[in-house]
């Protein structure tokens, strides 16, 4: 099992379906059993989604002092993640609330309370990385300084800066400028995603772009090769929620990745795990484990799907 270090949010998650965007004005509605609680954020369910697949994972981050947090650090016990490098400080837990339909549409609320005014210590860091390989650092500021450190350890650096219109970001450069695996959506992009992929690798040093296109699949850009290529979403057996998928994608990419060094082959087991991952509600909900994707793949290629 290769051994990674994930710095990333945690936050408190509230799931709330929904009969359809947009979302009239009632005073009280009766969702019966389309409320739900757990424990989510990128850096979470990065680190679940890794985990779930084999990996040694360490997760980095802020937990606040106070009764979500500690709910939430006992989580992190359930899923075999340490929280011997969670930072535990006086302040409120961060908290999502995310509106779903039935089409799996989804609406985020996010509150970082103070989380974005903090930085994760850089010695914890390299602490924590001893016997690591990979560095998946998510884009919250408190992982910014570690992307140095991260370059300097000699780790694979793997970032998703998720939906970016500016090729200069000023919020995102630094992870764009540091990272070896670069994802991110095509939801906010000014141009159509090759010439967007395209100007990326010619702007920053990534071995590999891949950008989430949603329910059309993912485009994969590869530095070595010279190649721009999209590949199709995998059909789902069922649809609840997308929230998450996106954190799915970059997870399984990065866990196939950095085992075999085949970045087609690891965005092909990406989408099937990803689409695995959507029919549960919650951001970390229903990911599945490697077996469970490579029999997915099998059932699929016995119903004539294809990936290229």
Known sequence: MAGMVVCGLINFETTLRIGGFPLPYNPVNYPFHGIASSVSGVGFNVANALGRLGNEVKLLSFLGDDPLGRHMRSRLHDCHLADGVVEVRKMASPQSVILYDGEGRRQIHVDLKSVQELSYPVDRFAEAARGCSVAALCNINFSRPL??????????????????????????????????????????????????????????PARVVVIGLGSAGALLARRDLGTICRFPAAPPPRVTNTIGAGDALFSAFVHWFSRDWDPAQALIHALVFASLKIAGAGGADALPNEAEVLAREETLAGQGFRFT
Not at 152 to 179: C, K, P, Q, W
Request: cysteine-free; overall charge negative; proline content about 5%.
């Open 147 to 204: 992307l140095t450190e991260a370059r300097r350890l000699g780790l694979l650096v793997a970032t998703d800066v998720h939906a970016i219109s500016h090729l200069d970001d000023e919020y995102n450069r630094d992870y764009m400028r540091h990272a070896d695996i670069l994802f991110m959506s095509h939801e906010a992009l000014p141009v159509p995603p090759e010439e967007w992929a395209g100007a990326v690798l010619a702007a920053y």
